[in-house]
């Protein structure tokens, strides 16, 4: 037995609420990890989808935990956001009884240059080196330094690797060097571009063509277009090659696995903390499904299947099993739980636009746990903490006050506005079939209305037989819509103070 046998390891990435591509690799990343079988679980967490890193910690049985951040820098998100929302003060930090050991990101991983060159070697194999100049895009950020230092490490790194390109260059979205001004800083007939990043999502796809020229608008997501096989691209003068991300790569599960064993050596990290005492939270599924239970959101909990000890559905496909496209893999609810029939993006996934057609076929609880946390994350966890008194719930307040970005502004909605808010965004009737649990502060309960009254399950199931989808702290989505109704707030103050 291995000393991370008895550990879980936490991948987390950024995640998207308007990009459906953009949480792909990580995905692609955890299945390689966990097909390695080194770890007793493998999760997932994220800052813009679900699970929230606020909300994976109740996922996980594990005593001792490893995280991963699957981003490019040390920077931001790792030095600030990340430590924050799961509350950790140092490499190894006691949370909520567990152990949890901080890794560096991926990105500064010595294999990063290698896959950055294989980028460049597969997609633009032709190209005369020293005719060419290299830019390396990141993103960049006024909010810490450090954020770009992994774009202009490898930067440097690729052009000692290939001393034959005429210049590589450190580029940027949001700071000097603009990658939209590549051509001012290219001298030669030939261009590669290859995007720093983890996924294909908002930024490889739809910002950075734009940035350089050969797209006039943000596209379609990723899935629905066709950007890198139009290369090369003839452009300001030039001729241009642009790869798709870094992230793809598989080998990126094998430097998360490889951050976790450089941090235990760096760290002397030797004693393993003890396995979970008591029944793990699939085992507590599988008793619960035996008392009863059968319905969790859209979704029926069939025990009764002929082929196997669980099935699920769309609980409007119950009548028409015999005709549902059958899948045994616990995995394959991820894909289905992402978009709605008319391809929307459910990157809520409490929303009421679940795909019908399928039934899962599953051998045992661990794989009911996997499918139910893919369709519905942490929402069985967050149910059994809250029976046994150990949820915390996030009020609103202190929700937007935490948000960055753009979406600073959101926490200045008055109060008045965000009742009015949650009436229209939350609640069945808006297509969220969530319960919620919080208020807008300590001192400001919701009024009450159907979006606030709703029990977190479908009106016509048994309450008793129903596990409970719990909206522990306000999703992303209603925080972007708070910040359009912030806006709207002073917009309205502004033409109220000075009519003309
Ligand atoms: S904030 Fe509203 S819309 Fe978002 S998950 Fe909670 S209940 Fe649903």
Same mark, same amino acid.
């Given at each position: 037995?291995?000393?991370?046998?008895?550990?879980?390891?936490?991948?987390?990435?950024?995640?998207?609420?308007?990009?459906?591509?953009?949480? &792909?690799?990580?995905?692609?990343?955890?299945?390689?990890?966990?097909?390695?079988?080194?770890?007793?679980?493998?999760?997932?967490?994220?800052?813009?989808?679900?699970?929230? #890193?606020?909300?994976?910690? =109740?996922?996980?049985?594990?005593?001792?935990?490893?995280?991963?951040?699957?981003?490019?820098?040390?920077?931001?998100?790792?030095?600030?956001?990340?430590?924050?929302?799961?509350?950790?003060?140092?490499?190894?930090?006691?949370?909520?009884?567990?152990?949890?050991?901080?890794?560096?990101?991926?990105?500064?991983?010595?294999?990063?240059?290698?896959?950055?060159?294989?980028? *460049?070697?597969?997609? %633009?194999?032709? *190209?005369?080196?020293?005719?060419?100049?290299?830019?390396?895009?990141?993103?960049?950020?006024?909010?810490?330094?450090?954020?770009?230092?992994?774009?202009?490490?490898?930067?440097?790194?690729?052009?000692?690797?290939?001393?034959?390109?005429?210049?590589?260059?450190?580029?940027?979205?949001?700071?000097?060097?603009?990658? @939209?001004?590549?051509?001012?800083?290219?001298?030669?007939?030939?261009?590669?571009?290859?995007?720093?990043?983890?996924?294909?999502?908002?930024?490889?796809?739809?910002?950075?063509? *734009?940035?350089? /020229?050969?797209?006039?608008?943000?596209?379609?997501?990723?899935?629905?277009?066709?950007?890198?096989?139009?290369?090369?691209?003839?452009?300001?003068?030039?001729?241009? =090659?642009?790869?798709?991300?870094?992230?793809?790569?598989?080998?990126?599960?094998?430097?998360?696995?490889?951050?976790?064993?450089?941090?235990? @050596?760096?760290?002397?990290?030797?004693?393993?903390?003890?396995?979970?005492?008591?029944?793990?939270?699939?085992? +507590? #599924? %599988?008793?619960?499904?035996?008392?009863?239970?059968?319905?969790?959101?859209?979704?029926?909990?069939?025990?009764?299947?002929?082929?196997?000890?669980? %099935?699920?559905?769309?609980?409007?496909?119950?009548?028409?099993?015999?005709?549902?496209?059958?899948?045994?893999?616990?995995?394959?609810?991820?894909?289905?739980?992402?978009? %709605?029939?008319? /391809?929307?993006? +459910?990157?809520?996934?409490? @929303?009421?636009?679940?795909?019908?057609?399928?039934?899962?076929?599953? $051998?045992?609880?661990?794989?009911?746990?996997?499918?139910?946390?893919?369709?519905?994350?942490?929402?069985?966890?967050?149910?059994?903490?809250?029976? @046994?008194?150990?949820?915390?719930?996030?009020?609103?307040?202190?929700?937007?006050?935490?948000?960055?970005?753009?979406?600073?502004?959101?926490?200045?909605?008055?109060?008045?506005?965000?009742?009015?808010?949650?009436?229209?965004?939350?609640?069945?009737?808006?297509?969220?079939? &969530?319960?919620?649990?919080?208020?807008?502060?300590?001192?400001?309960? #919701?009024?009450?209305?159907?979006?606030?009254?709703?029990?977190?399950?479908?009106?016509?199931?048994?309450?008793?037989?129903?596990?409970?989808? =719990?909206?522990? $702290?306000?999703?992303?989505?209603?925080?972007?819509?708070?910040? &359009?109704?912030?806006?709207?707030?002073?917009?309205?103050?502004?033409?109220?103070?000075?009519?003309?």
């Amino acid at each position: 037995m291995s000393a991370l046998s008895h550990t879980a390891l936490l991948v987390v990435g950024h995640g998207s609420t308007e990009n459906p591509d953009s949480s &792909k690799p990580y995905f692609d990343h955890a299945a390689a990890v966990r097909a390695q079988g080194i770890f007793a679980e493998v999760h997932l967490a994220f800052w813009k989808e679900e699970p929230s #890193l606020r909300e994976v910690l =109740y996922q996980i049985d594990a005593q001792e935990i490893y995280v991963v951040p699957d981003f490019i820098s040390e920077g931001y998100f790792t030095q600030e956001v990340i430590p924050r929302e799961l509350e950790l003060t140092g490499a190894t930090t006691q949370v909520h009884g567990k152990t949890i050991h901080y890794c560096p990101p991926v990105g500064v991983h010595p294999t990063m240059t290698t896959i950055l060159s294989q980028r *460049v070697e597969q997609e %633009a194999p032709e *190209v005369p080196r020293e005719e060419t100049t290299l830019f390396v895009v990141g993103h960049g950020t006024a909010l810490n330094d450090n954020t770009t230092r992994a774009v202009i490490d490898q930067a440097n790194l690729l052009a000692k690797r290939f001393p034959e390109f005429a210049a590589v260059h450190a580029t940027f979205m949001e700071q000097e060097m603009f990658i @939209e001004d590549w051509d001012k800083h290219c001298e030669t007939p030939y261009a590669v571009v290859v995007p720093f990043f983890i996924a294909d999502g908002l930024h490889s796809y739809q910002d950075i063509p *734009v940035l350089l /020229g050969f797209e006039e608008n943000e596209g379609l997501p990723a899935s629905q277009k066709d950007i890198f096989r139009q290369n090369p691209y003839q452009i300001r003068g030039k001729t241009l =090659y642009y790869t798709s991300a870094i992230g793809i790569e598989p080998a990126v599960g094998e430097v998360i696995i490889d951050q976790v064993h450089s941090f235990r @050596e760096q760290h002397a990290v030797t004693d393993p903390v003890p396995p979970t005492k008591g029944p793990s939270l699939a085992q +507590r #599924l %599988a008793d619960i499904v035996a008392g009863g239970v059968n319905h969790i959101g859209e979704i029926a909990i069939l025990t009764d299947h002929e082929q196997a000890p669980y %099935a699920l559905c769309q609980y409007q496909d119950i009548a028409q099993q015999e005709t549902l496209k059958v899948s045994r893999d616990p995995f394959e609810a991820h894909k289905i739980a992402t978009l %709605a029939a008319d /391809g929307h993006f +459910r990157f809520t996934k409490g @929303e009421l636009s679940l795909k019908r057609g399928w039934l899962f076929l599953l $051998e045992n609880a661990e794989d009911l746990r996997q499918a139910l946390d893919l369709f519905y994350p942490a929402s069985f966890a967050l149910w059994i903490a809250e029976q @046994e008194g150990r949820l915390q719930i996030q009020n609103l307040r202190p929700k937007l006050q935490r948000q960055t970005g753009m979406y600073r502004y959101a926490h200045t909605i008055s109060d008045e506005g965000a009742q009015k808010l949650i009436q229209k965004v939350c609640g069945p009737s808006n297509c969220c079939v &969530k319960k919620i649990l919080w208020a807008l502060d300590e001192n400001t309960p #919701l009024v009450d209305s159907p979006a606030n009254t709703w029990p977190g399950h479908l009106s016509g199931v048994d309450p008793q037989k129903t596990i409970p989808l =719990y909206c522990r $702290e306000a999703c992303n989505h209603f925080v972007s819509q708070a910040r &359009k109704a912030a806006k709207a707030e002073a917009d309205a103050a502004r033409v109220e103070k000075n009519p003309h």
